[in-house]
């Protein structure tokens, strides 16, 4: 998996979670979020990844510009569009500070589903699922990559460890253009677990 580069969002310290024009086109990366990027892809080519690798993308510009870039670099083909990969949504904290992305956390560890209208882990977690057994799929043919966003990623990466997803933040968190393989684990509250790299970056998003 692959979380995207650094963003405008990023930057300006932002929630853009809410589907539609800024989420979709206006809020992308900046040209250091691009570079991350391209170092991703070069570091990439060392894990073996390279024209063949088939990626998967959320919609959402900053993601869909991560996924160009990468595939640009690796000289993989087109990306491909996931829905299902778009940000997690954060209710009533969109277009507010980053800061909230602390409160929505202490609720998921509390288990307090629906407050502020943010999407619950459940809910993030099981769409995060469907795309894993999908790639898993995928891979049996080509490498896969998964392009983006952090909270979708990290309750990912908690599926992967065999851990509750209630918990992803427990996993130490992907840093932007951070490359991240995932583990075993498809169950959604049960299985393996396995130790992630920390890679300290811009939270959220």
């Known amino acids: 998996m692959l979380r995207h580069g ?5 930057v300006d310290g932002l929630i853009v979670s809410a589907v539609g024009p ?12 691009r570079e991350q990027v391209r170092a991703a892809a070069r570091e990439a080519f060392r894990y073996g990844l390279g024209a063949g690798t088939v990626v998967l993308t959320s919609d959402f510009a900053r993601a869909r510009q991560t ?37 929505v956390w202490a609720d998921d560890l509390a288990r307090r589903d ?10 993030v977690a099981a769409r995060a699922s469907a795309v894993l057994r999908e790639a898993d799929a995928l891979a049996e043919q080509a490498p896969v990559v998964l392009v983006a966003h952090g909270d ?9 460890e065999g ?23 498809r169950d959604l509250f049960g299985g393996v677990a396995a130790p992630a790299r920390r890679e300290p970056e811009s939270p959220g998003g």
């Open 22 to 33: 800024r989420a979709l086109v206006e809020v992308g990366l900046t040209e250091r979020g």
């Open 67 to 103: 996924a160009e870039e990468f595939c640009a670099e690796l000289g993989a083909g087109e990306p491909r569009v996931d829905e299902r990969l778009r940000e997690r949504g954060f209710g009533t904290h969109d277009e507010g500070p980053a800061t909230a992305y602390e409160l």
């Open 6 to 10: 650094e963003s405008v969002a990023n």
């Open 152 to 160: 979708v990623l990290q309750s990912m990466l908690a599926v992967g």
């Open 163 to 185: 851990m509750d997803p209630y918990e992803h933040r427990s996993v130490p968190h992907l840093g932007n253009a951070e490359l991240r393989r995932v583990g075993p684990g």
């Open 114 to 123: 629906g407050a502020n209208e943010v999407e619950s882990v459940r809910e």
